[in-house]
């Protein structure tokens, strides 16, 4: 192991990579250069690659975790945690150990405590590699989708997630989120993120996308995919469009099992394509795999991470991607169904994978690939393509040249007033009013100021305050209403909804947040029994807008899309009449006892 000390030893090391690389961010800038200057950028590129051993370039295609707020002095807990998964201590030994070329934050790593703690991760990650002889700059990535998946919460700006993007319907305000992002992003040393979700949702029962999608039409889809793109990499980090070849119409989460796509391949060409080829024609720096079973494109039974006829036929010669491509998580079921850990990477990269991400075990998949190598079933040219397109990444990045997270820029760019109003704004061009009977809404301070909030309180989304009835009523209470939280859950027992109902009685409305309400659930049994008090009730559905189906006789239902706390701020302030709803449902809602009768189509919102 190398010396894991936190001082600035990185400068020798650079030096020599800056040296062999004079010329390739410009070469290779974003925007389009003369080929010839692309050419003598790959000339250098490739003589990097022909000076790195075997073991180095088998390091360069993974993307791992690591726990630990610091790259050389995490907590002892993240010490034993990274020695009982990886076998070393901090993330300077994953570097020194296995030379890996990507690093993937998590929250639940303990990666992303405050925005200066992961610059000065970034930072330390940046000087372990360059360190090292031959040492190349990391790509840093992480799941910065925003909504109802996030690793960077609180200071940093979170947006709306990608369905209320879609609800908002603006390109603009696409673009403005990942431009804002990304610059967040990038403060931070975060130089990679796996967002845009590209999948088109046509599926009501999708346990994995749904909101994540930015809807059902995959044209619209498509457009707020390439605004997004162009927003994050405008700010200097690579987006990722996933997950290839599309996850949208699945009632199988690919975490836990293996789903199967009976999309025929025209209804692949007319639905799935589109926000891809969106991405593609944008400039995408990368595209990630599903692990998903697609017969209509490749009938062998493999994922299709794991399938050259997807990857290499059809992302790389149909629709003429040359970029990265990175697996999703290896550690997923999906595509560990049909085969083991030790051959889940090798046949990746025979599909046409560059980046392999998370395996569960990295010494196993490492030396998998490495003996593939050795034994000739990959060939070292193989590798080489492979690390090209990595290195040419990192060199449109500007990571050759500007490898560290500046300081200072950390107060200046994240979790900005600027950034804030920013988002607060787009959350008010989302929030979706679908019923409105009787003009419910908005609530009048002067009739309805005492105000009961009740529901379901998800755990909250990272760096979210919550609960969302908490937040919900804080927000409610700030307006000039007086609103108390109660917490009913996403299943209520029948002495919850007896309090909640006694609760509204002595209210003069009720604020109701749903979660996934199902036909048989007890949470629709708690609004119908506020809605017998005779109280005026107002849902707000805080994840799916399918909720709405099975509530009938609401007579006021919003949609948020997500329990951020920006969207659930927005939405008090439509309850409220401070703002007019504005957002139109990007998903149809069908009937809950007709499923194949649409009860409000893509395009319905209400306003006032």
Known sequence: MHDTSTGNTAQPARRTVLAATAGITAALAAGGTAH???????????????????????GQLFVMRVYGHSATAPDQSDIDANLSEIGVR?????????????????????????????AELSNGIQRAS?????????????????????????????FPGAMA????????DARTLGRVSGAEL????????????????????????????????????????????????????????KHFPGHGDTAVDSHYGFPVITHSRDQWESLDAAPFRAAIKAGIDSVMTAHIQFPALDDSGDPATLSRPVLTGILRGELGYDGVVVTDSLGMEGVRTKYGDDRVPVLALKAGVDQLLNPPNLDVAWNAVLEAVRGGELTEARLDASILRILRLKARLGLFDHPYADHDRVGRAVGTPAHLA???????????????????????????RKLLVVGADPASPSGTTGPPT??????????????TALSTGTAPSAATIARAVTAARDADAVVVGTYNVSAAGSQKSLVEQLLATGKPVVAVAVRNPYDVAH???????????????????????????????RGRLPVPVQRADAPGRVLYPIGHGLSY
């Not at 010839?36 to 088998?58: F, P």
């Open 36 to 58: 010839a200057d692309a050419a003598r950028g790959d000339k250098r590129l490739r003589a990097l690659i022909s000076r790195m051993t075997l073991e180095e370039k088998v």
């Open 90 to 118: 901090t993330a300077a030994e994953l570097i020194a150990e296995y030379r890996v070329g990507g690093i993937i934050y998590f929250t639940w790593a303990h990666n992303t405590k405050d925005p200066r703690q992961i």
């Open 130 to 158: 360059l360190d090292r002889p031959r040492g190349l700059p990391v790509l840093i990535a992480t799941d910065q989708e925003h909504g109802i998946v996030c690793r960077v919460g609180r200071p940093a700006t979170l």
């Open 165 to 172: 993007v879609g609800a908002g319907g603006s390109r603009s």
């Open 186 to 241: 990038r403060a931070m040393g975060i130089n990679q993120d796996y967002s845009p979700d590209a999948d088109v949702n046509v599926n009501p029962a999708n346990p994995v996308i749904g909101v994540r999608s930015f809807g059902a039409d995959p044209d619209a889809v498509a457009a707020l995919v390439a605004a997004e793109v162009t927003g994050y990499q405008s700010s200097g980090v690579a987006a990722t469009a």
């Open 422 to 448: 920013a988002a607060d704004r787009i959350a008010e061009r989302t929030t979706t009013l679908l019923v409105n009977e009787g003009g419910v809404l908005p609530l009048s301070r002067r009739t309805h």
């Open 470 to 483: 908490g937040v919900l009523a804080a927000a409610l209470t700030e307006l000039g209403f007086t609103a």
């Open 551 to 581: 509530l009938p006789s609401v007579p006021g239902y919003l949609a948020t899309y997500s329990w951020t706390d920006v969207e659930l701020r927005a939405a008090a302030r439509v309850i409220a009449g401070r703002v007019a709803p």
